[in-house]
């Protein structure tokens, strides 16, 4: 939806009011130095990631995850410069906010407006970050995203991220653009930033972490909120509106997806939402890499979140920690109940319809069942309910804390994941590393990362056909596991010894980068 003139007028001396803060600063940064400190940019190739959330900064989903953790481990490669260019939200962590230093401003241009961007910096695990600061659109109550003008602030922050790459002179070998709120930097850069030699020699590679969510917005912003020429039409248009996901796969020279499996399930119409056809047309540029995450950051050894700590060659703490997540969920604590949680956002591609045909099937036999997650409305009643009718057998918690996830993954036995389509999915990695066996369903990520126990080889239990009986078949399956102490403690050291570390992953990476 394009915005008035008055609109903006309005914004604009509300921003005056609000950025007190940035404008000292500046001031001292100009009276101290007189230019802008200059970042120590190597010879090393250089590669800069963006996106719009990254752990530990701010994070809601599993793109954080990947983007505090995929950046860090390529760092430690010390042929590489690695940078991440974030908005700078106002709900990031005051006592990061603290250390950032103020580098620059300058303003940009949104199609006819004329926004406020400061450049604040931050050095943290080897990765330089650099954020984007505009108090207009990213001084939010809340979440993040899913503002009314979602489209103008992330068509702002695709751009003034080009523009501080210019202004700082930190050009890269490769702009790594993660979903749709930053697919917009590759249709600039490839549209309307190339009569520029450095922006020029830059290569692009467009991630795609959830084709769901592709930035579709009405024709009536093209040119009047993103600001785009007419010879980008054909790249960017589709099915008669803006489709900034598609825009990126079009223009971008690589495309990657966070699975191989799902790299090769979205040229299929059931999981492409609308862009098979331009998946299949791109089919050249596309991978999948599976993600990794940070084993250092999700371990059982020294997770201060855990009652008790514990590792593969020593299980005693997990003991502990069932128990007391037992006691704190007002279940009988027994050791010899399996617990099944679920820790997930509350949305149907989850596949929480499955398990809520099974559930009540589920819970006659002696299980416990722990469900963690916020999300849509009918979900988070219907667990609520059957946490009611159920006690003693079932607790539900609705709420996204990483706190209580940790002592979940930690305290349970087996970790329910059934997908309808997941393209990566981290919580089986992290379930795995705490020793909670997954049942998953073979989709994406999650068919590329559990494989089915055979009493020889595999991590966990599995199900091809998005069924709920097929579900509940090896839900089955794994209690009966878990009911024989010898197969358990197999399947288990399986599950806690699988590499979701990032050393092979970023490998994977680089070798895209130097095609
Ligand atoms: C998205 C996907 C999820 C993936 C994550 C990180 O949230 O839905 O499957 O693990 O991105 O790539």
């Known amino acids: 939806m394009a915005r008035t003139a008055s609109t903006t007028k309005t914004t604009s001396t509300k921003k005056a009011k609000e950025t007190p803060k940035i404008e000292k600063q500046i001031k001292t940064t100009k009276k101290s130095t007189g230019k802008i400190p200059s970042i120590k940019v190597s010879e090393k190739k250089k590669i800069i990631f963006l996106g719009s959330e990254a752990a530990p900064f701010i994070a809601t989903g599993g793109l954080a995850d990947v983007l ?229 950051y999700y371990n059982p050894e020294t997770d201060k979140c855990l009652f008790k700590n514990y590792s593969v060659t020593d299980l005693s703490g997990k003991a502990v920690c069932k128990a007391e997540l037992q006691n704190m969920l007002s279940l009988p604590v027994r050791e010899d109940v399996p617990i099944i949680a679920i820790i997930s956002r509350l949305v149907s591609h989850k596949g929480l319809d499955l398990v809520r045909h099974v559930l009540e099937n589920l819970l006659t036999q002696d299980v416990q069942v722990v469900i963690l997650g916020k999300g849509e409305v009918a979900y988070e009643n219907y667990f609520t309910h059957i946490a009611h009718t159920y006690q003693g057998k079932c607790a539900t918690i609705i709420a996204y804390n990483q706190d209580l996830s940790r002592k979940i993954y930690s305290g349970a036995d087996i970790f329910l994941m059934p997908s309808k389509m997941e393209p990566c999915g981290l919580s089986q990695m992290i379930a795995s590393r705490y020793g909670t066996v997954p049942v998953v369903r073979e989709t994406g990520g999650l068919n590329d990362s559990i494989k089915a126990y055979t009493g020889v080889k595999g991590n966990g239990f599995t199900f091809t056909e998005y069924n709920a009986h097929d579900m509940l078949y090896v839900i089955n399956e794994a209690i009966r596991a878990f009911k024989d102490k010898k197969v358990w403690a197999d399947v288990r050291n399986r599950a806690m010894t699988s590499d979701f570390s990032w050393k092979n992953q970023a490998d994977e990476y680089l070798k895209l980068y130097d095609r």
């Open 68 to 296: 505090g953790s995929l950046p860090k481990a390529l760092a430690k490669n010390k042929n590489l410069d690695i940078s991440v260019i974030l908005p700078y939200y106002s709900n990031i962590n005051e006592e990061f906010k603290a250390k950032f230093t103020f580098l620059t401003n300058f303003n940009v241009s949104v199609a006819w407006r004329w926004q406020y961007a400061g450049v604040f910096y931050y050095e943290y695990e080897g990765v330089k970050f650099y954020f984007i600061d505009n108090e207009y659109y990213f001084k939010r109550e809340g979440n993040i995203y899913g503002f009314y003008d979602d489209g103008e602030r992330f068509a702002f922050f695709s751009r003034a991220a080009l523009d501080t790459i210019a202004r700082l002179d930190i050009y890269p070998d490769i702009l790594h653009c993660n979903d749709w709120q930053t697919a917009g930097s590759i249709i600039y850069l490839k549209g309307m930033y190339y009569g520029d030699e450095k922006f020029r020699r830059i290569k692009t590679l467009f991630t795609i972490h959830n084709i769901e969510y592709q930035g579709v917005f009405s024709m009536d912003n093209y040119e009047s909120l993103f600001g785009f020429t007419e010879s980008m039409k054909n790249f960017v248009e589709f099915n008669g509106c803006v489709n900034l996901m598609k825009g990126a796969i079009e223009m971008s020279d690589l495309v990657s997806t966070v699975s191989p499996t799902y790299s090769n399930e979205i040229k299929q119409p059931y999981f492409a939402h609308g862009l098979h056809d331009i998946i299949n047309r791109n089919a050249n540029k596309l991978s999948g890499i599976l993600n990794g995450i940070d084993i250092d």
